[in-house]
């Protein structure tokens, strides 16, 4: 893809380069045109977007002009920002994020939300996450209760060597039980966890197409199909989950926004408990959670009305 190619005009200053990128992006159809073309100079120059307008009269170098073409005409083609960036907050974190796992989503917070939540603050407890990807569920746990046991399982390699890099980056190595392996598979007899998490693969297959470039072409399809309906691995884990899960644990999963009514009932017919269909930002279907049943409870009560 051709971009007109702002070296060959004098005194490209930021403020001017912010004013072109803008309607560059724009012309372009690229979401947040002004904010991703901060983002992309903040990035060649290693400054914070407020340093950008602290000094909005100073001139780029050529060569930084020239790295800046190259990440414009790579988003201009929809390669995602984050990977062009190299990294993505979540949380107040910055995460490493590239091909190798999923870019984390805003809505993907409201489940680490809800597991927060469940887990008391000072206490101990064990958590496993299923499909950790670059480990920022998983991370973000950690970060936030010290005394979590956490256990993470992944199936793909890269993905697993992506989240052993983040938790380095954020000195939680030592306490990040990350296992490579499918679903349940690498646990071990006799592990129970008081708290089951996953983000898991939920597109159904043939809406893949459909999807963004940034997500279609760019995440890896291992973390996005969920078969048919796109309930197969969400079908797997409630199966499954209440076999290591202590009673009156909960299993808090991320879900499409069109599943709600289906997950609901998977849950029901598994033996969950108090089961809630919570909505994201927008107002849609997101995370499902339910309960597994204490002694004396009874099985297979079913859940209050989403919320």
Not at 105 to 118: D, K, S
Not at 215 to 226: E, I, K, M, Q, T
Request: hydrophobic fraction near 40%; charge should be negative.
């Amino acid at each position: 893809m051709v971009v007109s190619d702002p070296s060959r005009a004098p005194a490209w200053t930021l403020q001017r380069l912010i004013a072109w990128g803008t309607r560059h992006f724009e012309k372009h159809g690229i979401d947040s045109p002004r904010l991703t073309i901060e983002e992309l100079l903040g990035h060649v120059l290693s400054a914070s977007r407020l340093q950008l307008y602290m000094d909005l009269q100073r001139p780029l170098e050529a060569g930084e002009l020239a790295r800046l073409r190259e990440l414009v005409e790579q988003r201009s083609a929809r390669v995602p920002l984050q990977h062009l960036l190299g990294s993505s907050e979540f949380r107040g974190r910055r995460f490493t994020v590239d091909r190798r796992a999923l870019i984390p989503r805003p809505e993907t917070e409201l489940l680490v939300e809800a597991c927060l939540a469940e887990l008391p603050g000072e206490q101990q407890a064990s958590t496993l996450e299923l499909g950790t990807g670059s480990g920022v569920i998983a991370l973000s746990l950690l970060a936030e209760r010290p005394a979590l046991r956490l256990v993470a399982v992944e199936l793909s390699a890269e993905a697993a060597a992506l989240a052993r890099e983040n938790a380095a980056r954020l000195g939680l190595s030592d306490r990040l039980d990350l296992r490579e392996g499918d679903l349940f598979a690498p646990l071990r007899p006799g592990e129970r966890f008081d708290l089951i998490v996953s983000n898991p693969p939920y597109v159904a297959s043939e809406v893949i197409a459909t999807l963004e470039p940034e997500v279609r072409d760019h995440d890896p399809r291992l973390a996005l199909d969920g078969g048919t309906e796109g309930l197969e691995i969400i079908r797997r884990i409630v199966d499954q989950a209440k076999a290591w899960t202590v009673p009156g644990g909960l299993l808090a999963l991320e879900i499409g926004d069109d599943q709600g009514v289906a997950v609901k009932a998977l849950l029901e017919r598994a033996g969950f408990e108090d089961i809630q269909i919570k909505k994201d930002y927008a107002e849609l279907d997101r995370l499902a959670l339910g309960r597994i049943p204490s002694p004396g409870t009874g099985e297979g009560k079913g859940g209050g009305s989403p919320s």
